[in-house]
């Protein structure tokens, strides 16, 4: 797989960008904190970042889906680029303040909404279908190298060169990215070449939503998918407070364990990477949901960086299971002219979910613990487990129950 030479381009830009992403998301939260000194300002910079996602994913899985996709990715790189390299130049030029954060966010938000489904949907055309989990394994392990990078390094470089500067090393790294996409693939190809690409806009959201409620099992995967991405973002707002607050740690302490989680989400991708073809077992479903919530119980637990950072190690890992699983899912199960789409309609309720639930948690843990936060998502996470199971077994008998009708 390596030998393809797209997919070796694409997968270097994505370690690359990945790297950032681990820095930045540590010198945003340390830099907020410093400033503010409020976990709810946190919680109001990260969801901003859904606001745009909320409304434009859907949009953005019409363009991918409508336009190169290469080219798509490569313009909304540049995008995140420019706009994550606001905040260092008003820092270093001007007066910072929290509205230039939050001005910030929203708009490489916006390139976000654009760049996700045509990254989805451009890995589909790389990639043939039978080898999509094994390459979303490989993907995932090297994505979580670099956060591992990133975070590790993030809360040594906050401490050496300020956070203001681990910023600008993020928006350098979508640049790189860009240019490394836009090398992957030569010529320009159109996704609904020979379907009617001239189509209007409406015309695509109405066939994408028709075959949302048509293919068996595209909804509930699109739905599976909210679960890891929600609490992702729930343990992303809480872990800078749990080190800060709980565990009377500083910035370095913060990078070892929310690195702790790039680790696991490693070891788990290296060992899916060569056994992939357990995860189109779809009855495991129920117990990769319910596996989530285990490490959520464990870190409330925690009252040292060592228990602190095994219990994020096991969260990354059993994450990256539902991450790999999910994600695949509802880029196999459409043809490939509908992944933009599809994607984009699942960023967009990602995003919705993430929006209210970071601006009632950020605010929540003003007056709550975060361990109380940790022991609820552990309990809501064993109870959606068994909801699926549940509706497993019933599918499973309503099956048995027709084969003995017809015959």
């Known amino acids: 797989m390596l030998k393809n030479r797209a997919y070796l381009l694409y997968l270097n830009a994505s370690i690359i960008s990945a790297i950032g992403t681990g820095m930045h998301f540590i010198a945003i939260t340390w830099l907020i904190l410093e400033m503010t000194e409020s976990t709810s300002k946190v919680g109001i910079t990260l969801a901003i970042s859904f606001l745009p996602l909320m409304f434009l994913a859907s949009f953005g899985g019409m363009i991918a889906d409508r336009y190169d996709r290469r080219i798509v990715m490569v313009v909304f790189n540049i995008i995140r680029f420019l706009s994550i390299s606001l905040?260092?130049?008003?820092?270093?030029?001007?007066?910072?303040?929290?509205?230039?954060?939050?001005?910030?966010?929203?708009?490489?938000?916006?390139?976000?909404?654009?760049?996700?489904?045509?990254?989805?949907?451009?890995?589909?055309?790389?990639i043939d279908d039978d080898q999509m989990y094994r390459a979303n394994a490989i993907t995932q392990v090297w994505i979580q190298v670099g956060k591992l990078s990133g975070a590790g390094l993030g809360g040594v470089f906050i401490a050496w060169f300020g956070s203001i500067n681990v910023v600008f090393m993020n928006a350098i790294t979508f640049?790189?990215?860009?240019?490394?996409?836009?090398?992957?693939?030569?010529?320009?190809?159109?996704?609904?070449?020979?379907?009617?690409?001239?189509?209007?806009?409406?015309?695509?959201?109405?066939?994408?939503?028709?075959?949302?409620?048509?293919?068996?099992?595209?909804?509930?995967?699109?739905?599976?998918?909210?679960?890891?991405?929600?609490?992702?973002?729930?343990?992303?707002?809480?872990?800078?407070?749990?080190?800060?607050?709980?565990?009377?740690?500083?910035?370095?302490?913060?990078?070892?364990?929310?690195?702790?989680?790039?680790?696991?989400?490693?070891v788990l991708g290296m060992f899916i990477s060569k056994q992939a073809n357990w995860l189109k077992n779809k009855r495991i479903i129920p117990i990769v949901v319910m596996v989530m919530g285990i490490p959520f119980l464990m870190f409330s637990l925690s009252s040292s960086v060592v228990a602190a950072t095994?219990?994020?190690?096991?969260?990354?890992?059993?994450?990256?299971?539902?991450?790999?699983?999910?994600?695949?899912?509802?880029?196999?199960?459409?043809?490939?002219?509908?992944?933009?789409?599809?994607?984009?309609?699942?960023?967009?309720l990602q995003s919705l979910l993430a929006f209210t639930g970071l601006l009632y948690f950020g605010a929540w843990l003003e007056g709550h613990s975060v361990r109380t936060l940790l022991v609820g998502i552990f309990l809501l996470l064993i109870f959606a487990g068994v909801l699926v199971l549940m509706k497993d077994l019933f599918l499973v008998r309503k099956f048995r129950e027709a084969g003995k009708k017809s015959a």
Do not use: C
């Open 87 to 126: 905040v260092p130049v008003v820092y270093w030029f001007g007066d910072l303040s929290i509205f230039i954060i939050y001005l910030m966010q929203f708009l490489n938000s916006i390139g976000t909404s654009f760049y996700m489904p045509a990254n989805a949907a451009f890995i589909r055309e790389i």
């Open 175 to 266: 640049l790189v990215s860009a240019i490394l996409i836009f090398y992957a693939r030569k010529g320009y190809f159109s996704p609904q070449s020979g379907i009617g690409a001239n189509r209007k806009f409406w015309v695509n959201l109405r066939e994408g939503i028709s075959l949302l409620v048509k293919q068996k099992g595209l909804l509930f995967y699109v739905f599976l998918t909210l679960l890891p991405s929600f609490f992702v973002h729930i343990y992303n707002l809480g872990v800078g407070v749990f080190v800060k607050v709980e565990l009377n740690e500083g910035a370095d302490a913060l990078g070892i364990i929310d690195g702790a989680y790039a680790v696991g989400a490693l």
């Open 310 to 348: 095994i219990s994020v190690f096991l969260l990354g890992a059993a994450f990256q299971i539902a991450f790999t699983m999910f994600n695949t899912l509802i880029q196999v199960t459409p043809p490939k002219e509908f992944v933009g789409r599809i994607s984009g309609f699942a960023k967009s």
